[in-house]
Structure formats: structure tokens, C-alpha cells
């Protein structure tokens, strides 16, 4: 089965295997766990470790998509912190791309070595910690790269790092709102937005939710990006068919 699935890729019909592949994919999620699932505690050392195995500081096409449109939100020579920065490759492609001084924070020492051992800039923090005890001076742009679902209190974190983003804090989330995630509550299981155990995640949102979450802290949505989901349909009814967004909040006040 391996060797007829790799010669599929490499034939002339390797979009129509593709497709039907996705599709498939899709359709089982709808009714499965993952194959790497356990019930327990995450060790970020652990799961780093794992991803050695595939290709660290690789961006996957998904995660390159979210990392064009981080990149699009910048400037050149903005002061950029990625916090939760994991092997880096979200913040070397900025800095490539838009000549920003990049700088990460991350939880994980083994993730820590991986960036320094690529000349990244990036230290060890816990961002359950207070922010003064990680953060001491301000940033255009703060990122949040699929993070703040992995806390108990993303409010207060985005609270305390709203001073200290001259220009904005960039955030990334899942959409629990996914007609995908919809079709498998209907089937009688809560969305699947983990790979290695349901308590990855501590809080979720739809759009909606989102919008109304961050009006309630004060902030405004001065960019929003649907960059993975249904093509065509996720910019259209991104409630519906996007997987996930990347936000720009601001102050009220702020200009776009």
C-alpha cells in the first residue's frame, strides 16, 4: 500500500490522489481519534522530540500559509517577539522575509536549543508566569501563534501584553466553528483540534466568539485572515469553512 501510495505522488495524477487523500482524511476525522493519541499530560520535551522525527524548523504548507500572512501584518525593522516560538520556523521566515529583529520565548528547553543551535534569538519562559518575568521591554507586534488555547487565563496574558505591542499583538487560533468540527459534534464527538491528547487545548472559539470575546477585552480586530479551510468557500463564510484565523487586535483608538 506504501509503494502504490508513493507512486501516486509522483505520477501525472498525483493532484486527483491529493484530493481524493484529503477528502478521505477529512471524512475519517469525522469518526476517529488520531493514531498518535494518549490520555494524560503533555511533555513539550517529549512532543519536540517526536518532532525531530519529521523535520524540525521545516514550515508544513499549512503552517507556511500562517507564516506568509504573519509575515504580511509586518514591517521591516520591527521589533517582533514570537511567544511560544517551538522550533522557530514561524520567526526565521519573518525575519528572512521582512528583515524584522526577531526574538522568541518558549516553554520547552530542547525547543530553546533547536532555535539557538539556528542563530535564532530566543530564551526559555513560561508564559503562565507573569509577564513581567519574561517581557521587560515593549515590541511593535507580539505573536501568538496557536497559543493562547493552550492556557487557562488568555485573557489576563493578553491583557498585561497589550502595553507592551507598540503596534499590535498577532494572534492565531482553530476555528471551532469548522463545518468539520460542526459534522462531528453531529456524530456524537467533540472536535478534534488535538493530536496527541484532548487536553491540549483548554479553550475554544468560533469566529464569533472570537469577535465578541475580543471587544469585551477592550480590543479591536483590525485584520482578519482565513488562511486554512475550504478554498474559495473559507473566504467567503469564513464561520463556516475556515479551520483557523490569524487576527490583528489593537486598541480601539489604533489606526489600520
Not at 530553546?112 to 530564551?123: A, K, P, Y
Not at 501563534?145 to 487557562?152: A, C, M, N, R, T
Not at 468539520?180 to 483548554?202: A, D, S
Request: hydrophobic residues 45%; proline residues 7%; glycine residues 8%.
Amino acid at each position: 500500500m506504501n509503494a502504490l501510495k508513493s507512486t501516486l505522488r509522483s505520477s501525472p495524477l498525483r493532484p486527483l490522489y491529493l484530493w481524493f487523500a484529503n477528502r478521505y482524511r477529512g471524512l475519517r476525522r469525522l469518526f476517529s481519534y488520531p493514531t498518535t493519541a494518549r490520555v494524560g499530560v503533555v511533555d513539550y520535551d517529549d512532543y519536540w522530540d517526536s518532532k525531530a522525527q519529521s523535520g524540525l524548523g521545516i514550515l508544513s504548507p499549512w503552517r507556511l500559509r500562517r507564516a506568509q500572512v504573519f509575515a504580511s501584518l509586518v514591517a521591516p525593522g520591527d521589533r517582533v517577539l514570537d511567544l511560544g516560538v517551538g522550533d522557530g520556523a514561524l520567526l526565521e521566515y519573518i525575519i528572512r522575509e521582512k528583515g524584522v529583529a526577531g526574538y522568541g520565548l518558549d516553554v520547552s528547553p530542547k525547543a530553546v536549543e533547536f532555535c539557538r543551535s539556528r542563530g535564532l534569538n530566543v530564551d526559555l519562559a513560561d508564559i503562565n508566569a507573569p509577564v513581567s518575568s519574561y517581557v521587560h521591554e515593549p515590541f511593535d507586534y507580539i505573536i501568538m501563534s496557536e497559543i493562547i488555547e493552550h492556557i487557562p487565563d488568555p485573557e489576563q496574558l493578553l491583557l498585561d501584553l497589550r502595553p507592551l505591542a507598540r503596534k499590535g499583538l498577532i494572534v492565531s487560533i482553530p476555528n471551532t466553528g469548522f463545518h468539520q468540527h460542526r459534522l462531528r459534534l453531529l456524530m456524537g464527538r467533540f472536535p478534534l483540534q488535538w493530536v496527541v491528547t484532548p487536553g491540549e487545548h483548554l479553550r475554544y472559539w468560533t469566529r464569533a466568539d472570537f469577535h465578541w470575546w475580543a471587544k469585551q477585552l477592550g480590543f479591536r480586530i483590525a485584520r482578519e485572515a482565513p488562511y486554512q479551510g475550504t478554498p474559495v468557500l473559507k473566504d467567503m463564510m469564513p464561520g463556516l469553512f475556515a479551520a483557523a484565523f490569524v487576527f490583528l487586535l489593537t486598541s480601539p483608538t489604533a489606526s489600520s
